[in-house]
């Protein structure tokens, strides 16, 4: 689909696959048919990776997704826990606090005053490297999308806009832009200041690179 900004207003509410709560779907993303697969894989999801904010009103039981990795942000609300069925728990505190584990992994979250909203990055294990950064913006920042990677920059708070020549329009506070590269590398720079999560996906199948904004 290329790149493009996604306002908040338009990310669509959905049932969790369990049923017992909502989350809001911001995007989803597979990898293209150029790309080849990790030896085994199946790939057989609707997606290799999937960006969307979690409604938590009550405690509750969280859906499990086999074969994927998941990543969850803090991002309003006094507080979260993470109980899992192994005995562990894991405390998300504001602001931005955030925890990273497997999907089949059993767990309930309990809220610890008040409801909260929980960014969350998941991506198929096998096809998929994902890195999230927390960052300030402040001023310009340049990112460089390689060929087949998928950046995602989501304000968290504060106003920014594209200081170059591709065409998207600025994001407001809750906006994510999604940027593609394709098979060409493309360089982007943002302007603006607040706070913001940067996502990189990559194919599994590329040596891990650190994300590196300018």
């Keep these: 689909m290329g790149s493009r900004v996604i ?8 049932r969790w696959r369990n049923g017992l709560g909502w989350t809001r779907e911001i995007a989803t993303g597979r990898l293209p048919d150029s790309v080849p697969q ?5 790939a057989d999801a609707d997606w290799d990776w999937r ?3 979690a409604e938590i009103d009550a405690d509750v039981r969280f859906s499990e997704f086999p074969d994927i990795e998941r990543e969850l942000v803090l991002l309003s609300g006094n507080g979260l826990r993470l109980h899992f069925d192994d005995g562990e728990t894991r405390l998300l505190e504001p602001p931005y606090g955030r925890s990273h584990f497997a999907g089949e992994r059993g767990l309930r979250g309990e809220l610890l005053d008040g409801p909260s909203r929980d960014f ?5 294990r096998d096809r998929i490297a994902a890195q999230l950064l927390h960052r300030p913006l402040v001023g310009p920042m340049v990112l460089f999308v390689e060929p087949h ?8 708070a ?3 806009r594209f200081a170059d ?3 998207l329009p600025a994001l407001a506070a809750a906006d994510t832009a999604i940027l593609q590269a394709g098979t060409t590398r493309l360089r982007h720079v943002i302007d603006g200041g607040g706070d913001v999560l940067l996502l990189r996906m990559d194919p599994a199948t590329d040596t891990a690179r650190p994300v590196s904004p300018a």
């Excluded at 990790?38 to 199946?42: F, H």
């Excluded at 990677?149 to 968290?156: I, Y």
Aim: no cysteine; glycine share 8%.
């Design 120 to 124: 969350n990055l998941m991506w198929r």
């Design 158 to 160: 504060g106003q920014a």
């Design 51 to 53: 960006l969307s904010i």
């Design 149 to 156: 990677d998928t950046w995602a920059v989501h304000l968290l």
């Design 165 to 167: 020549d591709s065409g």
């Design 38 to 42: 990790v030896p085994g894989s199946t």
């Design 7 to 14: 306002p908040s207003t338009e990310y669509r509410r959905t």
